[in-house]
């Protein structure tokens, strides 16, 4: 099961409805199936080996309520700013089950990072001797992080640019191509680099592109490993960070690669990764993992209520209440992001049949482009009916805007097609946005 059906989504909408969690201020409501993303998480973990830590990207989802239940489940977290650091230790998470990823870290948190014990992977090699000089200046006190350095295995681009951030240039990593013996200098020079780093993109990335970035690393790191055993006596690489990247589909009739496929082909390509690093010869390789999209996209759809119905020739437009403050890439890039869409009648009933006239969904923000979606086959939309945009657990809410002062809206979780509901998220009041602008 990859993306939830209407008929799951209209069940546990009703149930909500009929519990009284959509109120009339509730013009649009966000909803994650917490069964389907528990169970999402069990299959990655059963992926890979025991003792893979699995960093499940901030950026994607920051909700606490979110994090809390992943953390329960035994995994980690990637965090790409120092605040979703801050906010990874304050739902409880331990240091070391922190991977820590921005590209522009200061001299101030690079160094709060290793007195807390985080795990760094260092951009640059500028940010290595900052980090240099930060332990030395810690003097004989042990290293508490460990630390990795971000490789751009250069495997190209894929189908969104955007996204694809393993081609010639990235503004992430260091070039394998221009800088190999650098790298493996820099292993040799500091005893305390023991990991490798690298993401291919996310969405629109073939298998075979994430596969041979991560071959191409798995390579750099035998050799790193050879040439320090032979000088130092010993392996220096002991982590292997894979990112993560693996495309998920946003449409029901589209299967994506499985996990499992793509655990089979990276075995195949980089199989001295895939020992389990609780057995006493794993290898000495601890596998990190830091998927977002894929945990959490398609356990969440969002709903919102059809406010005004116009009809103009050839066209209608449903106006609802979540445009671009929710969906930024839909509505200013919709040949590369789009989604699945059901009208459920005032009731939660799935609407059936088709309207003379394709339809537009327009978003409550004042400039043009707030427009979601265009000429979409739906049934006869009217005025207190809701549209459900499906798989919204991803890297929707967490970019919302602030352009127009919108209210955030109640964000719901629910078990067992909604036996059970918990809030997550209230709905903003105006207080919030006061004390936001304030």
């Known amino acids: 099961m990859e993306n939830l059906s209407p008929d799951k989504i209209s069940t546990a909408f009703r149930k909500a409805l009929q519990a009284g969690l959509i109120r009339e201020v509730d013009s649009a409501v966000i909803f994650y199936d917490i069964s389907f993303l528990q169970k999402r998480i069990t299959d990655l973990k059963s992926c890979f080996p025991?003792?893979?830590?699995?960093?499940?990207a901030i950026k994607a989802c920051p909700l606490t309520g979110i994090m809390k239940l992943t953390k329960d489940l035994g995994c980690g977290v990637e965090a790409a700013s120092m605040g979703e650091v801050k906010l990874a230790l304050h739902n409880g998470f331990k240091p070391e089950m922190i991977i820590y990823d921005?590209?522009?870290?200061?001299?101030?948190?690079?160094?709060?990072?290793?007195?807390?014990?985080?795990?760094l992977n260092l951009d640059n090699f500028s940010e290595l001797e900052r980090v240099k000089g930060l332990l030395a200046k810690s003097g004989e006190r042990p290293v508490k992080s460990n630390i990795g350095i971000r490789i751009n295995p250069q495997v190209g681009l894929g189908t969104i640019l955007e996204s694809s951030v393993a081609g010639e240039y990235s503004k992430f990593g260091i070039p394998l191509k221009f800088k190999q013996e650098e790298l493996i200098n820099a292993f040799i020079e500091n005893?305390?680099?023991?990991?490798?780093?690298?993401?291919?993109?996310?969405?629109?990335?073939?298998l075979e592109m994430l596969v041979e970035?991560?071959?191409?690393?798995?390579?750099?790191?035998?050799?790193?490993?050879?040439?320090?055993?032979?000088?130092?006596?010993?392996?220096?690489?002991?982590?292997?960070d894979i990112g993560g990247g693996l495309p998920v589909s946003y449409f029901r009739d589209k299967q994506p690669v499985g996990m499992q496929t793509y655990v089979t082909a990276l075995k195949q390509r980089a199989p001295g990764l895939f020992f389990d690093a609780s057995s006493k010869d794993h290898g000495g390789i601890r596998l990190m993992t830091e998927f977002g999209r894929w945990a959490y996209t398609n356990s969440g759809w969002t709903v919102s209520r059809v406010e005004y119905v116009k009809q103009d020739p050839g066209i209608n437009t449903a106006m609802i209440h979540v445009g671009a403050d929710l969906f930024l890439r839909e509505c200013l890039n919709?040949?590369?992001?789009?989604?699945?869409?059901?009208?459920?009648?005032?009731?939660?009933?799935?609407?059936?049949?088709?309207?003379?006239?394709?339809?537009?969904?327009?978003?409550?923000?004042?400039?043009?482009?707030?427009?979601?979606?265009?000429?979409?086959s739906l049934p006869e939309v009217h005025e207190g009916d809701y549209v459900v945009i499906h798989d919204t657990g991803g890297y929707t809410f967490s970019m919302w805007s602030r352009f127009n002062s919108r209210f955030i809206p109640r964000i719901l979780g629910y078990y067992f097609d909604g036996e059970k509901f918990i809030q997550l998220k209230e709905r903003e009041e105006i207080e919030d946005i006061i004390r936001f602008w304030t």
């Open 191 to 206: 005893d305390f680099l023991t990991g490798m780093h690298l993401h291919v993109g996310s969405q629109g990335c073939s």
């Open 213 to 240: 970035g991560t071959g191409k690393l798995y390579d750099l790191m035998l050799e790193i490993n050879r040439r320090t055993m032979k000088q130092k006596g010993f392996s220096q690489v002991s982590i292997f």
């Open 334 to 376: 919709q040949k590369d992001w789009s989604h699945e869409y059901t009208v459920l009648d005032r009731n939660g009933q799935i609407k059936t049949g088709f309207a003379a006239n394709p339809w537009n969904l327009a978003g409550p923000l004042c400039f043009s482009g707030d427009i979601m979606a265009k000429g979409l």
């Open 50 to 56: 025991q003792g893979t830590l699995h960093g499940l």
């Open 102 to 119: 921005s590209p522009v870290k200061t001299h101030e948190e690079l160094e709060f990072a290793l007195n807390e014990g985080v795990h």
